[in-house]
């Protein structure tokens, strides 16, 4: 018997405080840094952003990947019972030890599952779907929970006004299930790439077994994300295009049989400048970066999950998933909703 994957189910869920641009414009001003509401919305997209309350567990990492997957198999009328995997991605995991899928499986009450934790840092809900795939088509797993979940606000850099206004906190995940490999709803096809070479253009210098944070780390704020932004909106202008492209290429497909365009929602810019590139009309493109910002591995589950709820998706729709992120990484999954 041959299989193959489709998601049958999404969820998403963010912290309850809106932080808006004025807020943070009024946060930086405290420390002698300016900046306001006009820039941000203007070479971000950003209006606002959602931010957990620090402190508040119902906030965690895996509280808001418990909301989300209990949202998730709700859809896709399954119990915590009926899980056989958990990819849990997150660059903010709750601890180091144990992993967030841990957590998160014993929150749910998952006890039938085995569950870990990716880092691919944005590309990481795409690298989950494509690891849920391979496990569902070599028939080693029926049911898997996927997740991408951040709270980013645990390492902005609050000194550095070009990485701050970026980031938000929230998860999406995924139920995803076997189906036959002859089903016209499945997961189509994947890629996935890393390339390491591209390391400092963001990264958190601190807080990992390589340089431990300390008292004076964290003074320097080397604990906290450090960022090249010019050099990544081009890297990811040109890698968003070309990951698309290989998707359609290996499928046969053309850019106009698209229904859904999916990219990671860094900055509206940069998604703008791909689907130009793409030659593909923005009504196409999915976008919730003005609301939640660049909320990392949650981006891509919280944009498709909030599409299918609100009817935008379609039973029978092509719907293309197009993300990068730290590492760097890449990747693409084009799926039959
Ligand atoms: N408010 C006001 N002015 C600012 C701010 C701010 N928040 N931030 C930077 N500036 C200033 C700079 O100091 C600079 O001033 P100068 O000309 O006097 O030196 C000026 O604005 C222009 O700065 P640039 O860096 O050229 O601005 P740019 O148009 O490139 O926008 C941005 C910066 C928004 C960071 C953009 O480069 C970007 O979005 N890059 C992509 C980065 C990204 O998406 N990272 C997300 C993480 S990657 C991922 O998700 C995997």
Known sequence: MEYAAKI???GSAFPQNRVSNIDISEKLALSGI???????????GIAERRMSMPGNSEEHNSSLGLAAAWNALKMA???????????YSTCTPDTILPSTACWLQHKLGAAKAWGMDLNA???GFIYGLS???QFICSGKAKTTLVIGAEVLSSIINWSDRSSCILFGDGAGAA????????????ILSTHLLSDGALWEMLHVPAGGSALP???EIALQHLNKIQMNGREIFKVAVRTLSSFALKALKKNQMTVDMLDWFIPHQANFRIIEAVAKRLNLPMEKVLINVDRYGNTSSATVP???????RDGRIQKGQTVLLDAFGAGLTYGSVLLRW
Not at 35 to 42: G, Y
């Open 8 to 10: 049958t189910g999404t």
């Open 34 to 44: 300016e900046t306001n509401d006009s820039w941000i919305r203007e070479r971000t």
């Open 77 to 87: 009328e399954k119990t915590p019972l009926d899980i056989d995997q958990i990819i």
């Open 121 to 123: 840092a944005c590309s």
């Open 131 to 133: 690891i849920a795939d």
């Open 175 to 186: 139920v995803v299930e076997r189906t036959q490999a002859t089903s016209d709803q499945r």
């Open 213 to 215: 944070a300390t008292p």
């Open 302 to 308: 919280t944009m498709l999950d909030e599409a299918v």
